[in-house]
């Protein structure tokens, strides 16, 4: 897919360039301007950046695999990729990660270079492995990510970090989320752990109900109209019919663009906010086209270490107004690394679950593929399709589903759009009926989607000293449904009832003998955690 930019051939740093430009009056000088304490209820129309992505064709959705880490992240349907990469790279290794930069971006410099800050101010660039990173267990100061490790995958990539980096460097967030240690814990799937005591003392408080998936929008609370537009990076919109992907420093955005803002309370690097059509006020609910719209976003970002995510409200979501989380973590989330077993096929359009065009997983190449995630804490499911539209009418349709069953849930976007995770909740349903243990409610943490993939932030500094994967499990495992409310799920979401379970029973048998055969070839070293 092409990508061009209208100002220059590549971007290091915005202020670089403004820097390095003439005097002349721009074009579209006649657009208005707001000034950047101004609120985004009047961005109508306005002058902003802008991000146009090719929406016409459909495009190739990479495939890449994460089971152990994304020191090389080929794309998987590409076979002239050889199976040596890894040994070349080092993978696992801090150097490895630095190789495979080089392999996927070679000659291109670092766009955070010029934040190398050290010192006792942190700086920004501040993304990898420790030096004695190993493959059981990491920590540093900050995130587990260098910003000087990240391939710059794409225009929109190149854009998104350099922007950001500009609202770090103006004093913009609330606190410095690169202070924040973070490590990987040792274990199985590798749980990321953050001690971020900002977020939770600083971070702006839940204004709604707990026990109500879709609730109107009220004006009166917090919503991101009332943000400032120095907070807004760059619309986000389609391109004109039969346009390639494009950016542009200044242009007139539409009637109610979609906008991407900074997350003023971060978890991580790169923290932003993708909020569609953000003058509709829509309340935090999903549908096809703004799922549609976030898979856009996370493909034309192009790069692995960024994942979107989304939280319906009573599954933690804390504004009532539609947004999509996104930041970079350079290291797999441990839902990516669950297998999975096939659960269902499905054609877009098929209306009702249960349909006739909903088909099993052996037919069908053009179908969605809902599978089942297992070995997990939280039960839930992954799709995968031939296109972004596919995907996005299937997980669109069954978010609406539950948002008329009254179900929480939380989404992830991951590998550049070809994944995308889906889990029904209901710790705060357990929360207030008091099911949930003490010692988990003295942890503080709201499993949201991102502690549900497996990226768990935590408030106290004893809770992060000892950390562990039990620790991890016990609390997410708290978040599932029960073996018996999935299945209630999966018929009414997916139409998988009855002798239509046969497929996934045979999915999980199948990898339950994967799963002993490997135990028995490491000796049995190393028991497993249960779902509970």
Known sequence: MALYIKRVETVVSFKQLAAEQPAAAPAGADIPVLEPDAPVSGIAFSRLPKYSYACDATPK??????????????DMDDSSEGSGADAATGAGTAAGVVA??????????????????????????????????????????????????????????????????????QGLFRYDVTACPTKVVPGQYGFVAQLNEGRYSKKRPTEFRVDQVVQTFDPAKFNFTKAFKREVLFAFEPAARGAASSFEEGARCSASPSVVVINVSPIDYGHVLLCPRVLDCIPQVLAPDTCL???????????????????????????????????????????????????????????????????????????????????????????????????????GEASQAMQAANIPHNMLIAECGSRVFLWPQRYAERQARGEVPEHLLDVGVNPAVWEISGHMVLKRAEDYENFTEAAAWELLAAVSLTEEQ???????????????????????AAFEGKAAAAAA?????GAEPMMV
């Open 521 to 525: 070839l490491e000796g049995g070293q």
């Open 486 to 508: 999935l299945a209630a799920a999966e018929a009414m979401l997916f139409g998988v009832h009855g002798a239509g379970r046969s497929s996934l029973d045979g999915g999980m």
């Open 293 to 395: 719209a976030a898979l856009h976003f996370a493909l034309e970002v192009g790069n692995p270490y960024l994942r979107v995510g989304f939280n319906s409200l009573g599954a933690f979501a804390t504004i009532n107004h539609l947004h999509f989380q996104a930041y970079y973590l350079q290291a797999p989330m441990p839902c990516e690394r669950a297998p999975t077993a096939p659960l269902a096929r499905i054609t877009p359009g098929g209306a009702a679950a249960g349909s006739a065009k909903r088909r099993r997983p052996d037919s069908g190449a053009d179908s969605v593929l809902v599978s089942r995630l297992c070995d997990y804490p939280v039960r839930g499911w992954v799709v995968e399709g031939p296109s972004l539209a596919a995907m996005a009418a299937v997980v």
């Open 61 to 74: 959705v990479p495939r890449i695999s994460s089971i152990t880490d994304f020191a090389r992240v080929p």
């Open 100 to 169: 495979a930069a080089a392999l996927l971006q070679p000659g291109k410099a670092s766009l955070a270079s010029y934040a190398s800050g050290s010192g006792a101010d942190g700086g920004w660039q501040r993304f990898g492995l420790a030096s004695d990173a190993d493959e059981t267990g990491s920590s540093c100061d900050g995130s587990i990510i260098d910003a000087g490790c990240v391939p710059v995958s794409s225009l929109l990539d190149s854009a998104l970090l350099a922007m950001w980096e500009e609202r770090a460097e």
